[in-house]
């Protein structure tokens, strides 16, 4: 297994969760410190996205997300902080829409006269657990 670094991090499909929230056991987070500097309190789950749903399934638990994309945009002149930033605004607006987790959908970063342009893309998503589990 190789290392996550912030670039895999943020690829498609890649889910970040609020590491606040009361999550399933059979939770693995990925280690990544760059990451982790982004957006703190937040992690990246490194279970196989193709057993995620069934694995959640039978912990008891449900996984959804909602429809819509989600876009949230930050300037800067440094690609790392203007990245923390709108993963920053991603994370509020999610924790607002009552759910724990998003899952990225594009992260597209432009450049112009010294000005750094990153636009996160997602879906908000939510982890509960089962009444009566």
Request: glycine share 8%; net charge positive; with cysteine.
């Amino acid at each position: 297994m190789t290392m996550p670094s912030i670039e895999n991090s943020m690829e498609p499909g890649s889910i970040h969760v609020e590491r606040s929230a009361r999550l399933p056991a059979f939770l693995r987070f990925g280690v990544d410190p760059v990451a982790g500097a982004l957006l703190k309190g937040w992690s990246v789950i490194r279970n196989v996205r193709s057993t995620l749903d069934a694995e959640t399934l039978k912990a008891g638990w449900i996984s959804f997300f909602l429809a819509g994309k989600i876009e949230r945009t930050s300037f800067g002149v440094d690609r790392q902080k203007t990245l923390s930033a709108a993963l920053g605004r991603m994370a509020r607006y999610v924790k607002s829409e009552n759910c724990n987790g998003f899952e990225i959908m594009q992260v597209t970063t432009r450049r112009f006269l010294g000005i750094v342009r990153v636009t996160v893309a997602a879906h908000a998503r939510r982890l509960q657990e089962v009444k009566g589990n």
